[in-house]
């Protein structure tokens, strides 16, 4: 069995991997990452991912980063946990890729329009319309996703995945932002609904003893 160490910060889309491992239900070791302290800028941080970013999953001594790439390992490594539904040909595993691709390349960047705008404009006036921007451009998506779920419980049908994971992660995120959410309201049900699966639940409990201990060192980013 390897040494699995998930570098994380509570709010980001670090979450993901979280719930991954705890739906496997291996032993891993978390690792907070001080994005106020400059952590992510350091040396040592930079040695095991370049980008500065999270997650960062370490196996053993190696890292990997990027979501699309941790989720996928795990689900390769761990195929019991059935993190994503059984296929039998390569088409089908780049389809689930795709889905995969689809949450972390269409929808998160769109997310962190919304959520740090600053990140695109040094005026209140640009950030603004770069928020506005991104709540427009979420709005098809979640229709399409308020629409996958009017046929099945999960993105798969009845079938769980960790696709829904990293669903759930965008919603908590965009509503946290004052998203309409009374327009979508199998989106409410689908998130209501994982939150109370047992693995979001250890994650969700992890990443708040993690946000705790971030404001006893005074160090809380406010990402929630």
């Not at 999953?57 to 990997?64: A, E, F, I, K, N």
């Not at 089908?92 to 949450?103: C, G, H, I």
């Not at 006036?125 to 996703?145: C, H, N, S, W, Y």
């Not at 009374?182 to 003893?209: K, N, T, Y």
Request: hydrophobic share 45%; glycine share 4%.
């Amino acid at each position: 069995m390897p040494k699995l160490t998930l570098y994380v910060a509570p709010g980001s889309c670090a979450r993901v991997p979280t719930i991954a491992l705890e739906e496997i239900g291996v032993p891993f070791a978390t690792e907070l990452v001080r994005f106020k302290a400059q952590q992510h800028k350091s040396e040592a941080y930079r040695a095991l991912n370049p980008k500065g970013k999270v997650p960062v999953l370490v196996v053993d001594s190696t890292p990997l980063t990027e979501n699309v790439a941790i989720l996928s390992w795990l689900n390769s490594r761990f195929p019991d946990a059935a993190l994503l539904p059984p296929v039998e040909t390569p088409f089908a595993q780049a389809q689930q890729l795709s889905d995969l691709a689809f949450v972390s390349s269409t929808l998160h960047p769109i997310v962190t329009r919304i959520r740090v705008p600053y990140l695109f404009g040094s005026t209140p006036e640009i950030q603004a319309d770069v928020r506005e921007k991104g709540m427009t451009a979420m709005q098809p998506f979640a229709q399409l996703l308020e629409e996958r779920f009017d046929k099945g419980r999960w993105w798969y049908g009845e079938s769980w995945s960790i696709v829904d994971a990293y669903l759930y992660w965008v919603w908590w995120r965009i509503v946290g932002a004052g998203f309409p959410v009374e327009c979508f309201p199998r989106l409410q049900d689908f998130a209501q609904r994982i939150e109370r699966r047992p693995s979001v639940m250890r994650a969700l409990a992890r990443e708040a003893d993690q946000e705790q201990m971030l404001n006893d060192e005074g160090l809380s980013l406010n990402l929630t």
